[in-house]
């Protein structure tokens, strides 16, 4: 009865390793976001994250203003690309972005953390 015991522990030690790292490390998919940054703040009550908000354009008018647009949260766990992106609000810019199962508190308020980044001209 303790082998198995000791079996079934290790087992349901093993799976539950298996599930923490496909729901929060696992990167699900990678990709870009292009759009307008209109905001990017450092918040949080016991961790402190980078939060930025990107206006992804579907139509331009000629004086390149935003006419049809939807919101692209997303968050910053970089210092450096954080540093960045801090400089650059109310620019065109490109984001690349990895996208997670799960929120970790530490790491950021959304399942897409940003790693690097381009300005648009």
């Keep these: 009865m303790r082998k198995f015991l000791i079996w079934f522990i290790a087992v349901v030690v093993i799976i539950g ?15 870009h976001r292009a759009g307008l940054l209109q905001k990017f703040s450092y918040r949080g009550v ?5 939060e930025g908000e990107l206006i992804l354009s579907s139509v331009q008018s000629n004086k390149n203003v935003t006419l049809a647009s939807e919101k692209f949260f997303f968050s ?4 450096k690309v ?3 992106i801090e400089q650059l609000q109310g620019y065109f810019m490109t984001l690349h ?3 997670k199962n ?5 790491r950021g308020d959304t ?4 790693d690097s980044i381009t300005v648009n001209p």
């Design 102 to 106: 799960g929120v970790l508190w530490w």
């Design 76 to 79: 910053v766990s970089n210092e």
């Design 97 to 99: 972005y990895q996208e």
């Design 46 to 50: 016991i961790f402190k994250t980078y």
């Design 17 to 31: 390793a298996i599930f923490f790292y496909w729901k929060f490390y696992f990167t699900y998919s990678v990709g």
């Design 111 to 114: 399942k897409y953390l940003v």
């Design 82 to 84: 954080a540093k960045q």
